[in-house]
């Protein structure tokens, strides 16, 4: 029998073909992320991670806000500890490493803000497609928070120290074209955000899985190595990556010419 999707409250699953479209659905509270919706981010990728009916993942949002990151009337209202706010980081850390992780390539949808714990969430897509509604900020500097869902390591990997510092400081907003030039977003649609995902990640789904865990995963973890082991893991994902039979299948079409070509269109 079929491993099905998690029950959820605060997000919705669609299937386009071998691509699973999920929708972040608490409009209501602009996609704030509470202790609830992170236990949900868990639970539904680690069964993306097991399925194999899913080849590439899209996460888009309902309503103008993609996600404004944590719940902050929760967070105020449960007057948490050190030690129990600790432990909800250590949960957020574990969502986000659970949809990097994951083995299959997601896509980000983005529209509207993205903002604090909404970047962190963003930043563990492996490819970030926004529209022309599309801002990304750090504003915990305003808020007297710090983050703690692993911006220092995974936003501060796609625009630098400095810049995340700056954002954090004095609440800078990036949107538009300054936002792919410093790296937040790879894509800048006019129009809905969601056909251009959903193109890539068709297109990412017919790689072969172990291509494209190797490369959603490998990377990742290969650049928190020193150069030695970091070359030699490269050496160890590739020896097993490459000698695959999807592999051997696909450069021998390239041998006998049938393979598509690499062109500039």
């Known amino acids: 029998m079929a491993d099905p999707v998690p029950a959820l409250q605060f997000m919705r699953t669609e299937a386009d073909g071998d691509v699973l479209i999920i929708t972040l659905a608490r409009a209501e509270k602009r996609n704030a992320l509470s202790a609830a919706f992170i236990e949900e981010i868990v639970a539904l990728f680690d069964w993306v991670r097991r399925t194999e009916a899913v080849r590439a993942v899209v996460m888009k949002a309902e309503g103008s806000v993609f996600c404004a990151g944590l719940d902050l009337i929760e967070h105020h209202l449960e007057d948490r500890s050190a030690t129990d706010f600790m432990y909800i980081c250590r949960r957020w850390h574990a969502a986000f490493d659970a949809i990097q992780h994951c083995g299959k390539p997601v896509i980000g949808a983005l529209n509207g803000a993205v903002v604090g714990g909404g970047l962190e969430l963003a930043s563990s897509f492996h490819i970030r497609v926004a529209d022309e509604t599309t801002y990304f900020a750090l504003p915990e500097g305003q808020r007297g928070i710090f983050t703690g869902g692993g911006a220092t390591v995974r936003v501060a990997g796609l625009v630098g120290e400095a810049r995340m510092v700056d954002m ?51 990377i990742a973890h290969i650049g928190n190595m020193a150069s030695g082991d970091a070359y030699y893991a490269e050496a160890f994902i590739a020896g097993i990556t490459n000698t695959q039979p999807a592999s051997k299948d696909r450069l021998a079409s390239f041998m006998n010419k049938t393979a598509a070509k690499v062109l500039n269109d």
């Open 168 to 218: 954090m400081l004095t609440g800078r907003i990036y949107s538009g074209q300054e936002a792919v030039n410093v790296g937040l977003c790879q894509y800048l649609v006019e129009g809905s955000s969601l056909e251009k995902a959903l193109e890539i990640a068709h297109k990412t789904a017919q790689n072969p899985p172990l291509s494209n865990f190797a490369i959603t995963s490998g």
